[in-house]
């Protein structure tokens, strides 16, 4: 990786940050991090359950905490929470010293895919439209990466590879 910056997936929940982090990481050989997943682990909960019983609040510092933590790796792939891009210390972090790319899905598309999860618990109390508005204001913020990859009518691999060419290139 050059200058040893990471590459750093940002998006809605759901947009496939882990699932196509993941196969990114594999062929790059290079270390994969999953924020939630480490503050699952760090917490010793569920993300559900750290709303639950911590708050937003509390769950928002931990990824913070965290996030910044894991931007000080070098040669690592990194898929941010949905919400954690929205903190302007990981926003700028990320935009100043990492390869961003947002994994971008139609307001419908990305409805489709969490409407009904039970993990989400920022989605779990909104209706259809309600998600929709959610999506809409994030992707303000989201719009800020430095690529963006149009994922509605792309396979998983399809947007690996134009995930790779887009960071061979760079």
């Known amino acids: 990786m050059k200058s040893g910056r990471n590459i750093v997936f940002l998006g809605m929940m759901g947009s496939g940050k882990s699932s196509i982090g993941l196969l990114v990481s594999k062929k790059l050989n290079i270390d994969f991090f999953d924020i939630d997943h480490c503050i699952e682990k760090e917490l010793n909960s569920k993300i559900s359950k750290i709303f639950e019983e911590k708050g937003e609040k509390v769950f928002r510092e931990f990824e913070e905490k965290i996030t910044l933590e894991l931007l000080k790796k070098n040669h690592a792939l990194i898929s941010l929470g949905g919400g954690a891009f929205l903190n302007k210390k990981i926003r700028d972090e990320v935009l100043a010293n990492h390869i961003s790319f947002w994994l971008k899905w ?21 209706n259809k439209n309600e998600l929709v508005n959610l999506t809409n204001k994030r992707s303000k913020v989201y719009s800020k990466a430095k690529y963006s990859i149009n994922c509605d009518n792309l396979s998983k691999n399809k947007i690996v ?7 061979e290139t760079n």
């Open 106 to 126: 139609s307001p419908e598309l990305i409805t489709k895919r969490i409407i009904n999860s039970s993990k989400r618990p920022i989605v779990m109390n909104l």
């Open 161 to 167: 590879k134009k995930i790779i060419d887009i960071y």
